[in-house]
């Protein structure tokens, strides 16, 4: 299957990766495997755990037919499912950061990676440092002898910067380091990082895979070298997912391909419309010929998704409370990728580096399903709310 695999495309390989209904007499999805307790024929086979499955925190055919769906997308060695895409960015660095570490991660990163760095890291005796988005190749000057991990994610968190994924794990494999890569944004289809040099993948799959915003899980794939620890650590910490939310993102895989595309083509639409309106000073969205990091997202990146931000022309937090407070259908909510649309006033106080735009509030939009010229009219209003 593996061979085979790297023939078919995309939304083939989403709908039959994983699972194959003929281990399960013929039933088209997998079966939801509740369980703690394995049992084992005989003493000796329980003494040496000679069979597939033994406890419930290590494995189940329903974790195995989504991780290995995963790994046919991602081109990884292994995978694991986690219950939050929060706990696919604690795991691996829990998994690879020890005492004395230095450890360089990117400042665009999303906020709560921050946090468990600045807290729970630095408590461990792991010395963080954040560098800038667009460091590429000069992230050599950054790295020290006890630099272990460089995380990435990009583009990055609510002001998308693309970063130089390849130029960036060269640089530290040079010296020695890994290199993890948060890759929500993009999931699989439009980005793999494995082939560009990293080692670590991690997804929220709360978001496109999940694809409608009732189930929160992460999945983290290592390639062959980082794979046995990434395990032990999955194994050692217990922190699996529950069965029923690996089944329902299994189900949300089997469609993510044209949710994606439902999404990336309502979203470029409406963001190449908010440069031409009164009110936006810019639309950070790398996909739009405008952004700086166009030509890396373009020579890296094979699609664009749903989230992407703009910067209000002007005003403070009244003009983007009033923004906010006027959209009818756009929902006030955190997280993002499924089948509705959302905005944030976004918050870059945490910034060390890349301080962010400066011309006026920052509001993230998540664009869903619906119509787009009904979008197009919500955001007009609350455009013209916002105006002073
Ligand atoms: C880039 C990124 N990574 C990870 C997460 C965490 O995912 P979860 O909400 O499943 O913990 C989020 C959530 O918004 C995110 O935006």
Redesign the pocket.
């Known amino acids: 299957m593996a061979e085979q695999n790297k023939q078919l495309g995309v939304n083939t390989r989403l709908i039959h990766s994983g699972y194959d209904p003929r281990d399960y007499y013929g039933f088209v999805n997998p079966p939801v495997v509740h369980a703690s307790t394995v049992l084992f024929p005989d003493a000796a086979t329980m003494a040496s755990r000679g069979q597939k499955y033994s406890y419930g925190t290590r494995g189940t055919p329903t974790t195995d037919a989504l991780t290995d769906a995963i790994d046919a997308l991602e081109g990884s060695a292994g995978t694991i499912a986690v219950p939050?895409?929060?706990?696919?960015?604690t795991v691996p660095l829990l998994a690879f950061a020890a005492a004395g570490d230095h450890m360089l991660i990117v400042d665009s990163?999303?906020h709560?990676?921050r946090h468990f760095a600045d807290t729970m890291l630095k408590r461990m005796g792991v010395e963080v440092e954040y560098y800038d988005p667009h460091v590429g190749a000069s992230i050599a000057d950054l790295i020290k002898p006890n630099t272990r991990v460089v995380f990435t994610?990009s583009p990055a968190?609510n002001t998308f910067e693309v970063q130089d994924i390849p130029a960036i794990a060269k640089a530290a494999h040079a010296a020695g380091a890994i290199v993890m890569m948060?890759n929500?944004?993009a999931t699989p289809l439009y980005f793999r990082p494995l082939d560009h040099g990293v080692d670590i993948s991690?997804?929220?799959?709360?978001?496109y895979p999940g694809g409608h915003s009732d189930i929160?899980?992460?999945t983290v794939s290592a390639n062959e070298a980082c794979w046995p620890k990434l395990h032990e650590a999955f194994v050692t910490l217990g922190c699996c997912a529950g069965p029923d939310d690996v089944y329902q993102v299994l189900r949300g895989l089997r469609t993510m391909g044209v949710r994606l595309e439902h999404h990336r083509k309502s979203t470029l639409e409406i963001a190449a419309w908010l440069e031409t309106q009164n009110g936006v000073a810019r639309v950070l969205h790398p996909a739009l010929p405008s952004h700086p990091d166009h030509a890396l997202w373009k020579r890296d990146f094979s699609g664009s998704s749903g989230?992407f931000s703009i910067v209000l022309a002007g005003g403070g937090q009244k003009e983007a409370h009033a923004f906010l407070d006027t959209l009818k259908l756009f929902g006030l909510g955190?997280?993002?990728g499924g089948y509705e649309s959302l905005a944030v006033h976004v918050f870059l106080g945490d910034r060390v580096v890349a301080k962010g735009p400066t011309e006026g509030p920052v509001i993230r939009l998540q664009i869903g399903m619906e119509d787009v010229e009904d979008l197009k009219a919500d955001l007009a209003a609350a455009l013209a709310a916002a105006a002073f």
């Open positions: 939050s895409g929060l706990a696919a960015v990163v999303y709560p990676t994610e968190s948060d929500t944004w991690i997804h929220a799959a709360t978001k929160l899980l992460g989230i955190y997280s993002w």
